[in-house]
């Protein structure tokens, strides 16, 4: 069975960002954070690499956060749905594929953060959750279409 990984984990994030519809780039923690009492909670949830969005900005600060100068915020995240350019033959709503960026050199090109965006790797499987355009111009030639995607996991039955 398949499912999306859009169960929300809690993670500390800064007050400023601290806002529902937020979203971040979750690279890697600081050495900092590895000594801190708030590690599991902050960072195991997180794989490095993602797109999260904030759900929910819970009540609880945590004021000796040492990555952000002013404290942070307890917050519900999400990994978030992601934008991107696929060939236009896999561009079927609600099909499940596995996602390969686009292979393009013409990093001048309008699309080319599309065709490889950040928080999807080579190999994901992914949902189909939107067609935005179905006819993407591409200078290259090559048949593209911009979709949202969700990335999914794969679960055996028990």
């Known amino acids: 069975m398949f499912r999306g990984l859009n169960m929300g984990k809690i993670t500390i994030i800064g007050r400023n960002q601290a806002k529902p519809g937020y979203i971040f780039l979750f690279n890697q923690p600081l050495t900092l954070c590895f000594k801190c009492k708030y590690y599991k909670v902050c960072m195991e949830g997180l794989e490095a690499g993602r797109l999260y969005i904030i759900k929910k900005v819970l009540k609880k600060s945590i004021e000796e956060?040492?990555?952000?100068?002013?404290?942070?915020?307890?917050?519900?995240?999400e990994e978030?749905?992601?934008k991107a350019c696929i060939y236009s033959?896999?561009?079927?709503?609600?099909?499940?594929?596995?996602?390969?960026?686009?292979?393009c050199k013409n990093i001048l090109c309008k699309n080319y953060v599309k065709c490889a965006p950040l928080g999807l790797r080579n190999g994901d499987k992914c949902k189909i959750i939107e067609l935005i355009n179905k006819k993407v111009t591409c200078?290259?030639?090559?048949?593209?279409?911009?979709?949202?995607l969700q990335r999914l996991s794969f679960h055996t039955a028990q």
């Open 89 to 103: 033959k896999e561009a079927i709503l609600e099909a499940i594929m596995d996602f390969h960026p686009i292979e």
């Open 139 to 148: 200078p290259l030639g090559f048949p593209l279409a911009f979709v949202r």
């Open 65 to 77: 956060c040492k990555i952000h100068f002013n404290g942070g915020k307890l917050v519900e995240v």
């Open 80 to 82: 978030a749905n992601i």
